[in-house]
């Protein structure tokens, strides 16, 4: 089983969506999180010790995750996916794009 953890800014809008889209796929259980301190669900070290593998959605998020959760991400693959923030909650254009570029990887 895939434990797959997709974080962007604010989980409202990209992550979400990607933890929805996964989420039906077989072998793979979704969650997410933001890095913002306003984040609808903000990202804890639990999140990322239950993950098996970690999509951010922007090189910065990349950045701030290693920043403030160093300790934590020993060994843990962290792949960005450069979505940018233009896009609004399961928009179908979003959704094509998580296929693409994450769908390669959880396949």
């Avoid at 089983?1 to 077989?26: D, G, H, K, Y």
């Avoid at 999509?55 to 843990?76: A, D, I």
């Avoid at 923030?85 to 979003?94: A, G, H, K």
Wanted: charged fraction near 25%; hydrophobic fraction near 40%.
């Amino acid at each position: 089983m895939e434990r797959v953890l997709f974080i962007c800014s604010q989980n409202r809008l990209r992550s979400p969506t990607a933890e929805q889209v996964f989420s039906t796929w077989p072998g793979i259980e979704t969650d997410s999180a933001g890095l913002g301190n306003d984040a609808d669900v903000p990202l804890s070290s639990e999140q990322i010790a239950w993950a098996t593998m970690i999509f951010v959605m922007e090189k910065r998020h990349r950045n701030l995750l290693s920043k403030k959760f160093r300790q934590h991400l020993n060994g843990k693959r962290v792949i960005c996916l450069d979505i940018p923030d233009d896009y609004d909650y399961m928009q179908p254009e979003l959704v094509r794009l998580l296929q693409a570029k994450a769908g390669s990887f959880l396949r």
